[in-house]
């Protein structure tokens, strides 16, 4: 953005910048726009960061009582700080601020609010909240009936968070990726780096995964640990190194397993692009790699659980952990006067953080009895240490300005005294950590509850993997390495790799016990509901009384109360609310909370991306797209085209003015008054040869083939074993175990497949071999009294007498020199000829025959003519006249199914009672009244129109055209009992509310001796 | 047969249980909510009912609260081995609509609706039936005289249905591709405005509170371990809470229904597939009606909180694990990506699957069996939740009267024996 | 997604397969007397049990041939993969065979012999 220099100098200074620390670039100032405001923050900064260090807390509105919301977190797990980020097309709603690396120019905007941020009305549901409970939708809206449509348009438009891009199509590219390796790490803090670098060492074939952007995890926040005598920084560094220069090893940053399935099956989206603000063309944005994983060590660390207490939503509220990492990692102090809220001594080390940052700290401990390393170091330094009591209450308008603190008992269900009242501009919360174990249990691993730790963590796993670190309920650093190293040593020798166990390096960091306190809901002195709200999901804006007005109702199974409060159901699926949520449950039921259980985990871990997971596999390459080898000639000669199955097909080749009905009564009329061309390659060729062929075929098809003579073809109908037509075609026998099968086009590889099936699993005793021929023939089927003449022409070196080249007969001929086959059958009905070639003289074949044929009237014709003229004829085309629920008989076929033949498929099912009942549908004829009205395919029959709905119909028009040689509209259509009905006349009531007549007539409309055979 | 309005059987809550309203939640607000009933007790098992439902889904609840409501049968328990709704009642896309091929299909999906248009009432429990309409698209000539077929059909049927072109499908869905020259693009569809979509959980919770209202106990986490016969007639039901003594069980347990068919050496012609669906984060809306498109195979809607849902077709191998293979849910995004560009810049929040029992002509089976007393309701396939209602109310009908009534008859166990099946297949890729 | 060791081509993507249902389903023969309730055993009923299915697949994106596998419906774990005409050999695969309702219905039982010693809608 090239104005960006200008906003430099309007960019106000980031006032809660600390002048020193961090991992940002202080050099490389980046300004970005928040709400229309011109910032600045540095190279290395999220979003978040770089508000916090412009002493922008409110960031967003919740979901559904529009209550100003704040950063929390710092990761993934955040809940409320979701932004809009980029212009038009690139627009991406819902977006964690938490997440989002700053670049010069980046655009975001807040959502869900209405005009302002500071100012929306949609703020009015919080004054209201009282009467929108839990499920209070559930119990009104319902009057009148007719309103609900009403209610729900304003709901709708309530509800949601942010809005789609303002261009719907995605300007970005978009790929996927498969990868095998022996061991995929999830995870790249302490616990996942150690094992990575375990396993790399045995030389396995690793893969490191990230979701950040630099490996190194909570450790890139922490500015009191060293290892093995190096900062935590330089640790992460040569480890980072070392993995990078080991040539098995793939490290990738910025990259979030989101999936994890059977047979170590994971999921990972990568974020190549999304970070720069000019985007190389060459690169896509994002990357999904699927990959199958030998072994996967799952160190996915874990989240640091809120605390639930009055007010405990206001900005100015965050997690203990987080502030600590916006000191250290992005050197951002996020309030001065600062109250530390916690049940655990983790959040000392924030506290001495704030300390050491300048800022004035008081800690609120809910546990009694301190002692231990941190609690010393924070006495040490002078910070002032409230034991055994609660931030009861928090208080402000749009960032938390003051609180109240109060003695209270073990598990702060009571206050003991009144409050005292401290003024502040931040709030560091720490209710213990719960490990990340959403991967694991993606994988249907099981968890057990910690009773010393208070939570859910990995026992058994269920597939080939392992846990790690504090994912794995291990939060000690020293002991989380130690924890990756046996993982990573475990996963390199179950996947084949020699590998010594190692010793893990030294750690030196704060004592701490990891013990929290259990105290869930934080009691405020007032009655249960009163007082301000103690939020348990913030985004979703379910309190603690929400949970217990579930449980009064009777909503009492943690998955009811999931979907009666929608607790964990927003975009953070619950990251920071699970076990708050799951605890003051199990309290208002008096149960164990391991007895209450937890919610199934499933894919994604994190919101993942529609385009990366469509990749390239849509546009053109969303499926295959078939030409024939005659297609560019169409194409010339101004076809219109239609879909058959992944084929693209010839439909009819409009001349200069003409309508679809014009050229295709000239197409059809051409067909029987000089000669049509057709281009058949799409029909379904397969190859069958070997000294069973004859008896395979005879156990296939209904009719008989076994006495078929060599150069000689027959028609034959292929039923399921259920006894209903699945697909026909012409068959030819070339030589004495060797036959050309043909099928309908659509049917070819459905075909293909129901006959490998059948000699392979029910008649392997059968030596039979088959070869789909389909691509390796180009057809063009010449139709009509002059279609000898056109051969002749054409240069055909065989005799095309009738007495030498009979109807359903097959020669191997030349055409100028050009090796064919010609087969003499006919689906139209006139003398016909159907001309296979090896597919790459097709177009040769076309264009010769169209030359040839220009003295003779020759014109090429698509599937709509080649249509009509079947259907005059009378013959079928499966899939039009049949819907998987016809019988031949139903077609009128019984001839065609052999009496005396033992067995075929389908001939049991054929013999059931109900198959010869009077009132099956079958096939005939309709001519209409008005002999020029052409009744709309799909129409359906009935005897009387008049009648009430619904109506007893006889059945459907399954055909129908104008026929230009019957000089009429002519339509084939499956009637109950309709040979019965031969004579008499049906209706057909149009959607349009008329109403055609028609007369049932046997469905052969023209030429029904058949004379035209032979030209 | 669509067009007789069902017997509805009580209105509201005679039993008295506490009502909702706008009134009596501005009430409640003034003492903090402190005193909501339960919605349902948590019924202890009695010896012995007159008729025990097995399975506590919407199909369940439907049809025991349909014996107490219509029948006057109000010594009925609905057993259920976890949680109300748990299956795919809570699982599946909420797709409600009765614009089916077949007679047989057009007479109890239509009976359904009608039983739908009004459950709220019914019910007194916002179900949040929302008829946004349902619009099934068409991507090749032969799809268009399948879908005109269709129309006809479910026209002379007396049920409301309309097909539109490309443009028109553009102007009643502004968000959709209908670019002619994409691989399959948009060439027509067909619009039934009363189809639409309801709050899933919602139904089974309305249902199972008014059935307790009328004395039905509901009972969870009570898992049936098998079938107590006297020769070929039921006398009761084993459960991990003891004995419980019936003449008649119903069973509605799709996913499991060979399971529990099989307490009773019995068959079913049923294969236990998984079904997969997704969501995206919510955003404000921009798509008010439900698509579906069997050419790309998938299906998709905008919930009320304003998540995408989208959803496929069943997974290609039997299963129990309610998890499928990620090739289908990979193609249903490309399919719904190429059809809604926007998507492309949207993120999946949440996916899921459910075991679906599926039988060979992808109609239901709703049936006595050769065991005296012992009733199934199963075979749903991808359909079911839409049926919801009508399902209950015939099966209800038939467990009441020992015999199905018009509407349930033709989907009696014995089609497979004459072959007289009710083959939705070809009409519907996707069963929706 | 599933890993399934293809007999003839090894480990592969279960993309590269299609499911063909239950695996030794003798077909009877036509002519054979079975009722048509028996004949519907055959053609609609199929096993659907809950744990080890014997069921019959095929390498479709490979060598396109049929064989047999031994799958667990709730955990998804492949127990053994046969070929085409043969029986299961581990001991809950055999047991799975022997125990299956269908050894004594009518419809096996008119099942030519040479089919089901041989081939049979998925080997024996």
Redesign the interface.
């Given at each position: 953005m090239s104005a960006a220099p200008m906003f430099r100098k309007s960019a106000p200074e980031q006032i809660c910048r600390a002048a020193t620390g961090g991992r940002v670039d202080r050099r490389k100032p980046v300004s970005f726009t928040f709400d229309g405001r011109v910032l600045q923050g540095f190279a290395g900064d999220t979003l978040a960061s770089a508000l916090l260090a412009n002493n922008i807390h409110l960031v967003g509105r919740s979901?559904k009582y529009h209550r100003p919301r704040g950063i929390i977190a710092a990761g993934s797990e955040e809940p409320n700080a979701l932004v809009r980020v980029g212009h038009g097309a690139?627009?991406?709603?819902?977006l964690r601020a938490t997440q989002v690396e700053i670049y010069e120019g980046l655009y975001a905007e807040s959502q869900n609010r209405f005009p302002s941020l500071k100012f929306d009305i949609g703020a009015v549901n919080s004054a209201l909240q009282?009467?929108f409970?839990a499920g209070?939708?559930?119990?009104?809206?319902?009057?009148p009936?007719s309103m609900?449509?009403t209610y729900?348009h304003v709901?709708?438009?309530a509800?949601?968070?942010?809005?789609?891009?303002d261009d719907?199509?995605?300007p970005?590219r978009?790929e996927k990726t498969n990868a095998h390796c022996d061991v995929l790490v999830a995870g790249g803090g302490v616990a996942g780096l150690t094992a990575a670098l375990q396993a790399g060492r045995s030389g396995a074939r690793v893969i490191l995964a990230d979701e950040q952007n630099e490996f190194g995890g909570w450790l890139l926040g922490e500015a009191d640990v060293t290892i093995d005598g190096k900062t935590a920084a330089d640790w992460i560094a040569d480890a980072v190194a070392e993995l990078a220069a080991m040539p098995e090893v793939t490290l990738l940053p910025r990259t979030t397993v989101f999936?994890y399935?059977?047979?170590n099956?994971l999921?990972l989206t990568e974020r190549v692009t999304d970070h720069l603000g000019e985007r190389p063309a060459h690169l896509p944005r994002q990357r999904m790699w699927?990959v199958?994983a030998g072994q996967t060590i799952l160190a996915q660390g874990a989240h640091e659980r809120p605390l639930v207490f009055s007010g405990n939503d206001l900005p100015g509220v965050m997690l203990s952990g987080a502030v600590r990492t916006y000191i250290n990692r992005y050197g951002v102090v996020p309030g001065n006067r600062t109250v530390v809220f916690t049940n655990n001594d983790d959040a000392y080390r924030t506290a001495l953080a704030l300390h050491g940052a300048g800022a004035h700290v008081v800690i609120v401990d809910l546990r009694r009895d301190l002692k231990g390393g941190v609690v010393k170091a924070a006495r040490a330094v002078g910070i002032e240490i409230m034991s055994g009591s609660a931030v009861t209450i928090a208080a402000g308008t749009q960032r938390i300005a003051r609180v109240e603190i109060s003695p209270v008992n073990e598990g702060a269900s009571a206050v003991l005294d009144d409050p005292i009242h401290m003024d502040c501009d931040l709030l560091a919360m720490s209710g213990g950590l719960s490990p990340a174990v959403h991967l694991h249990s993606q994988a249907r691993g099981k968890l057990g509850w910690d009773e010393r730790l208070l939570c859910f963590k990995p026992t058994t796993v269920?597939e080939a993997s392992f846990n790690a670190g504090a994912g794995n309920g291990v939060f000690d650093t020293a002991k989380a390495m130690a924890d990756g190293l046996r993982a990573g040593t475990a996963a390199a020798t179950d996947a084949g790799f020699d590998i010594e166990a190692g010793t893990p390096p030294e750690v030196s960091a704060p004592q701490q016990n990891w013990r929290p306190l259990a105290a869930w809901k934080i009691a405020n002195g007032k009655?249960?509901?009163?007082g301000p709200k103690a939020f348990v999901d913030f985004q979703n804006d379910v309190t603690a009384?929400d949970v217990k007005?579930a449980v009064?109702?009777?909503?009492?199974?943690v998955?009811?109360v999931k979907?009666?409060t929608?607790l964990g159901?927003a975009?953070d699926?619950g990251k920071t609310s699970n076990i708050n949520g799951l605890a003051i449950l199990a309290e208002s039921l008096g149960n164990e909370i391991p007895a209450v259980g937890t919610t199934t985990f499933?894919?994604?871990y994190t919101?993942?991306?529609?385009?990366a997971?469509?990749?390239r596999?849509?546009?053109?390459l969303?499926?295959p797209?078939r030409l024939t080898r005659m297609d560019s000639w169409h194409r010339a000669n101004g076809a219109t085209f239609?879909?058959?199955g992944q084929w693209m097909r010839a439909?009819y080749y409009p001349q200069k003015g003409e309508t679809m009905r014009e050229a295709v009564d000239r197409e059809v009329l051409a067909a029987r008054t000089t000669a049509g061309l057709l281009d058949a390659s799409t029909l379904g060729k397969i190859d069958i040869q070997g000294p069973d062929a004859a008896e395979f075929l005879n156990r296939l098809y209904t009719n008989s083939w076994l006495k078929l003579g060599i150069g000689k073809c027959r028609y034959g109908l292929m039923l399921k074993?259920?006894?209903m037509v699945m697909d026909d075609g012409v068959t030819t026998r070339l030589g004495e175990n060797h036959f050309h099968m043909t099928t309908t086009t659509?049917g070819a590889a459905g075909v293909l497949?129901w006959m490998?099936?059948w000699l392979?699993?029910?008649?392997?005793?059968l030596k039979v071999y088959l070869t789909s021929v389909t691509e390796e023939w180009s057809v063009a089927t010449l139709s009509g009294p002059n279609a000898g003449k056109i051969l002749k022409a054409a240069g055909v070196d065989i005799s095309l007498d009738p007495s030498d080249f009979p109807f359903m007969t097959m020669r191997e001929a030349h055409i100028a020199g050009l090796p064919v086959r010609i087969f003499r059958i006919s689906f139209t009905g006139e003398l016909s000829y159907e001309i296979n070639i090896r597919a790459r003289y097709g177009l040769a074949l076309w264009k010769l025959l169209m030359e040839a044929g220009a003295t003779h009237g020759i014109t090429p014709y698509g599937t709509e003519a080649m249509h009509v003229l079947r259907a005059e004829k009378g013959f079928i085309i499966v899939?039009?006249e049949t819907?998987?629920?016809v019988t031949p008989q139903d077609l009128g076929m019984d001839w065609i199914v052999s009496k005396v033949k033992?067995?075929?498929i389908g001939?049991?099912?054929l013999?059931?009672?109900?198959?010869a009942a009077e009132d099956r549908k079958q096939l005939v004829g309709l001519r209409t009244r008005d002999r020029r009205t052409v009744i709309?395919?799909?129409?359906?029959a009935?005897l009387d129109p008049n009648q009430?709905?619904?109506?007893e119909?006889l059945g459907?028009v399954t055909s129908s055209y104008y026929s230009p040689n019957v000089g009429a509209s002519i339509a084939m259509a499956m009637l109950k009992g309709g040979r019965a009905l031969l004579g008499g006349t049906v209706y057909l009531?149009m959607?349009d509310g008329k109403v055609i007549e028609a007369e049932v007539v046997e469905p052969v409309f023209y030429d029904p001796k058949g004379e035209r055979i032979n030209g | 047969m669509a067009t007789d309005q069902p017997d509805r059987g009580l209105r509201g809550l005679p039993g008295g249980k506490q009502k909702y309203s706008a009134f009596a939640l501005a009430k409640k607000a003034m003492n903090y909510h402190q005193d909501w009933q339960r919605a349902w007790r948590d019924a202890p098992p009695k010896d012995e009912y007159d008729v025990v439902i097995i399975g506590g889904g919407g199909h369940g609840l439907a049809t025991a609260y349909y014996l107490a409501a219509v029948h006057g049968v109000n010594r009925v328990a609905v057993v259920e081995k976890g949680w109300l709704g748990g299956g795919n009642t809570g699982r599946n896309t909420t797709i409600i609509r009765s614009n089916y091929l077949w007679d047989e299909s057009a007479a109890i999906y239509e009976h359904a609706l009608k039983l739908w248009e009004g459950m709220s009432q019914d019910l007194n429990f916002n179900v949040m039936f929302s008829q946004r309409g349902v619009l099934t698209i068409a991507h090749s000539e032969h799809e268009l005289r399948e879908m005109s077929r269709r129309v006809h059909a479910i026209r002379l049927n007396g049920i409301d249905s309309e097909i539109l072109g490309p443009s028109e499908i553009k102007k009643f869905v502004p968000i959709i591709n209908i670019d002619q020259t994409i691989r399959y693009p948009v060439m027509g569809g067909f619009l039934q405005k009363r189809g639409g979509t309801a709050r899933h959980d919602a139904v089974a919770w309305g249902y199972a509170r008014a059935a307790d209202d009328l004395g039905v106990d509901i009972i969870q986490n009570c898992e049936v371990t098998g079938l107590r016969r006297n020769g070929r007639r039921v006398v009761g039901i084993e459960t991990n809470r003891g004995f419980i003594k019936t003449r008649k069980v119903g069973c509605v347990v799709a996913g499991h229904s060979s399971v529990v068919a099989g307490m009773a050496d019995i068959r079913l012609p049923l294969a236990s597939r998984p079904l997969q669906a997704l969501v995206s984060e919510p955003i404000k809306p921009v798509l008010d009606t439900v698509i579906m498109s069997n050419a790309v195979h998938m299906y998709i809607s905008q919930s009320d909180k304003g998540e995408m849902v989208l959803g496929a077709g069943v997974d290609k191998y039997n299963s129990y694990a309610q998890r499928g293979s990620f090739p289908v849910p990979e193609h249903m995004i490309a399919a719904a990506v190429e059809l809604f560009p926007l998507l492309s810049r949207l993120r999946m929040l949440r996916h899921w699957g459910g075991i679906v029992d599926t039988c060979p002509d992808a109609s239901p089976i709703i049936s006595k069996t050769d065991v005296e007393g012992l009733y199934f309701n199963c075979g749903w396939g991808t359909g079911g939740f839409k049926a919801t209602p009508g399902s209950g109310h015939v099966f209800a009908d038939l467990i009441a009267n020992d015999r199905p009534n018009s509407i349930a008859a033709p989907y009696a166990l014995d089609r497979f024996q004459t072959g007289l099946l009710i083959d939705e297949h070809g009409a519907a890729g996707v069963a929706h | 997604m599933l890993v399934i060791t293809c007999p003839h081509c090894g480990p592969r993507e279960e993309s590269e397969f299609s499911c063909g249902g239950e695996a030794h389903i003798a077909r009877p023969l036509a002519e054979s007397s079975l009722t048509d309730a028996e004949f519907a055993d055959y053609l609609f009923l199929r096993d659907n049990p809950k744990g080890l299915f014997l069921e019959r697949w095929r390498h479709a994106a490979g060598c396109r041939r049929w064989f047999n596998m031994a799958r667990d419906t709730v955990t998804h774990e492949i127990v053994e993969i046969y070929p085409m005409g043969s029986l299961p050999s581990s001991k809950a695969g055999k047991a799975a065979h022997n125990d299956s309702w269908r050894r004594d219905t009518a419809a096996e039982a008119a099942a030519k012999p040479a089919s089901s010693a041989t081939g049979t809608r998925g080997g024996s």
């Open positions: 979901f690139r627009a991406e709603p819902n009282a009467f409970p209070f939708y559930y119990k009104t809206f319902m009057w009936a609900w449509m729900e709901i709708r438009h509800a949601g968070l942010g809005r789609v891009a719907h199509d995605d970005d978009y999936g399935m059977d047979h099956y999921t699927k199958r269920h009655g249960e509901g009163e009384s007005l009064r109702e009777g909503y009492q199974s998955e009811h979907r009666y929608t159901m975009t699926q499933r894919m994604p919101p993942s991306g529609f385009g997971i469509a990749g596999d849509i546009g053109e969303f499926d797209t239609e879909h058959v439909w074993d259920d006894g659509g497949d490998e099936e392979q699993t029910e008649w392997p005793d899939g039009q819907d998987g629920s033992p067995d075929f001939k049991r099912a013999a059931r009672g109900s198959m709309p395919e799909g129409a359906h009935v009430p709905m619904p109506m119909m459907q009531p959607l | - | -």
